[in-house]
């Protein structure tokens, strides 16, 4: 089992920053990748960003490119999302969660509760 713990949220007027953290721990020796998603209200999950563990190479949803960096403290077993220049389209609450390729795409087998990010216009 892996725990997933998220924070950082909060209200913020478009233009600002915020940084997000996951903490992760259990289970967490056999993690290949971990990623953030949001969900906006009315809308599905969607993918923001991630990382795999050991190699440090990332990948973003094109709407956050240039503005999210995803980024990881090995020792802490925590994953971060800095967002800056936050737009009124990027509220939603932000997820974190751990997972790897399959036969059949990506999975994502642990999730975290989620903390809620809201930006002003």
């Known amino acids: 089992q892996v725990q997933l713990v998220e924070s950082g949220g909060g209200l913020v007027q478009a233009g600002g920053s915020l940084r997000l953290s996951c903490a992760a721990s259990g289970r967490i020796s056999g993690t290949y990748a971990m990623a953030w998603f949001r969900q906006a209200p009315g809308k599905g999950r969607e993918f923001v960003a991630r990382m795999i563990w050991s190699a440090g190479s990332t990948l973003y949803t094109d709407s956050v490119k240039g503005r999210f960096t995803i980024s990881r403290d090995n020792a802490k077993n925590t994953l971060y999302l800095q967002m800056n220049s936050l737009k009124p389209e990027d509220t939603a609450v932000y997820y974190c969660?751990?997972?790897?390729?399959?036969?059949?795409?990506?999975?994502?087998?642990?999730w975290g509760q989620g903390t809620q990010v809201t930006v002003a216009s």
């Open positions: 969660a751990t997972g790897g390729p399959s036969m059949t795409g990506w999975k994502y087998d642990y």
